[in-house]
């Protein structure tokens, strides 16, 4: 027989036929991988290169003009992403809950607060662990540093009543662009104290500083008090179907159409990084000194960061799914590295609804309820990071913390991590805060800044992929829920 074959040339020809067949199929599926995750890979490309540029851009030394310029590409990325966020989370919640009846999104909302909390909670110990494990303070203090004025910290009381207030605007209007804040308003006042007696008596007068609290409001979008607005808003639209399709047939037009713009702006996202990273690292002024000065703080935070992504996120996932956490992980990649390029959970979120309904096909009933509501109120990463930096400003300044103070900058964490602004370098402001809760200098705070612009990305990223997880588990155990309704 096979004597046979070797002098049949039709033989032979059909099996090398058959092995250019093989060969061709090979390449076509390479091909049609590298097609399908295109945006994917120049969004890789985008970040290496932007490495590579703004190290070799750091050898010109470039004038503060070439670096507005190298950035200028990345600002208008982030302006496009900014641009889609209010109607996105407006017309995302309404309609996703107004496809649910009361009773379905009220245990969905349960679940997501469980999840949201109980995930927080782990970020913190983790944090907590790492950094009375690796010890990231243990140099002595240094006086060099970028100066940071502590007069805008707020204790955690006045914190926790704004996040209250934000909750409940006004003034939903003035929502979409504003929100309250407190501000303390130091004055002198003169005191006058009477010594002696009525007949015979002195007067001595003294300056007393008294610290007035007072209710202004900044320029930044309350993105809690839309979120509570549209959650009413979309529960009544469904309690009113019928005499209220238009409203939801016109919200959910709207979110499609945004979603056709979030694809369009995808294409652009892989340049706008490259650039964001470049102008970054061309702006750091001593690199050396920066990463000897603060190496094993930054390796203490992406040690924690990295647990809670690659060990805590995935157990959480298989144990409430029992589904491969690796192949959801795939699907959020997109999302994962523009949140490292943009460093904002919030300039995110377009591309994180892309990603979880079209890779990993979560229903859009669950995103468009959890994804505006876990970008202002679950923050993962932010609470690991803030909980490594206290601990580190404590060993920096010699102070044994107690079980007590660790219990309560565990607890802080947490609480100044939800309704934190998802934008760049929020936490900064927060880290007040858990500083003042356990008596730590505010204005050490200076140590950590120079090398926040790189920590601020990765942990930005794990909030996204905490949102990410927190959606498929939500999905997977409400999924009898979502059947009846269909």
């Known amino acids: ?196 007696t009525v007949l015979n008596s002195t007067i001595s007068e003294e300056y007393v500083e008294v610290i007035k609290r007072e209710l202004i409001y900044t320029n930044s979008t309350n993105v809690m008090g839309l979120v509570v607005f549209c959650i009413i808003f979309g529960i009544f639209i469904s309690h009113s179907k019928s005499e209220a399709q238009v409203l939801y047939d016109f919200f959910f037009i709207l979110n499609e159409l945004i979603m056709k713009i979030v694809a369009l702006i995808m294409w652009y996202s892989p340049f706008g990084i490259l650039c964001l990273v470049a102008g970054n690292i061309m702006k750091i002024e001593n690199m050396a000194e920066t990463a000897k000065r603060l190496s094993i703080y930054m390796f203490a935070v992406i040690v924690g960061l990295t647990i809670h992504a690659l060990f805590t996120m995935q157990v959480l996932y298989f144990l409430a799914t029992r589904k491969n956490p690796l192949k959801f992980l795939k699907g959020m990649l997109q999302a994962w590295l523009t949140a490292v390029g943009t460093a904002s959970s919030s300039a995110t979120l377009p591309i994180t609804f892309r990603c979880l309904e079209e890779n990993n096909k979560v229903d859009k009933r669950v995103t468009r309820f959890m994804l505006p509501l876990g970008a202002t109120i679950n923050m993962d990463g932010t609470a690991l990071y803030q909980c490594v930096a206290t601990i580190f400003i404590a060993q920096l300044n010699g102070v044994t913390l107690t079980i007590g103070q660790i219990i309560v900058i565990c607890l802080t964490s947490t609480a100044t991590s939800i309704g934190v602004a998802s934008i760049p370098s929020a936490a900064l402001v927060t880290m007040l805060i858990v500083l003042s809760a356990v008596g730590l200098p505010t204005e050490d705070i200076s140590y950590i800044v120079t090398v926040d612009w790189l920590l601020d990305r990765l942990r930005t990223s794990i909030n996204v992929l905490g949102d990410a997880y927190g959606c498929g588990i939500v999905e997977h155990l409400s999924r009898k829920e979502l059947k009846k309704i269909r």
Do not use: W
Request: with cysteine; net charge positive; aromatic share 6%.
């Open 1 to 196: 027989m096979n004597k046979k074959n070797k002098d049949n040339p039709l033989v032979q020809s059909e099996e090398v036929l058959n092995l250019e067949n093989i060969g061709l199929s090979c390449l076509q599926k390479i091909k049609n991988q590298i097609l399908q995750n295109m945006i994917l890979f120049l969004t890789i490309i985008g970040i290496f290169g932007g490495i590579i540029f703004g190290f070799v851009g750091r050898i010109y030394d470039p004038s503060e003009t070439t670096l507005l310029l190298i950035s200028f590409p990345g600002e208008m990325l982030l302006r496009l992403l900014k641009m889609l966020i209010l109607p996105l989370i407006i017309s995302s919640l309404i309609t996703g809950l107004a496809q649910l009846d009361p009773k379905s999104s009220g245990k969905m909302g349960s679940r997501a607060m469980g999840f949201y909390v109980l995930s927080t909670l782990i970020a913190t110990s983790t944090g907590i662990s790492v950094a009375l494990i690796i010890r990231p303070g243990r140099e002595k203090k240094n006086k060099s540093g970028t100066e940071v004025s502590s007069s805008d910290s707020v204790s955690t009381l006045d914190a926790i009543l704004d996040i209250i207030r934000n909750m409940f605007p006004e003034n939903i209007v003035q929502a979409c662009t504003q929100q309250v804040v407190t501000k303390y308003n130091k004055n002198m006042i003169k005191k006058k104290h009477i010594l002696g």
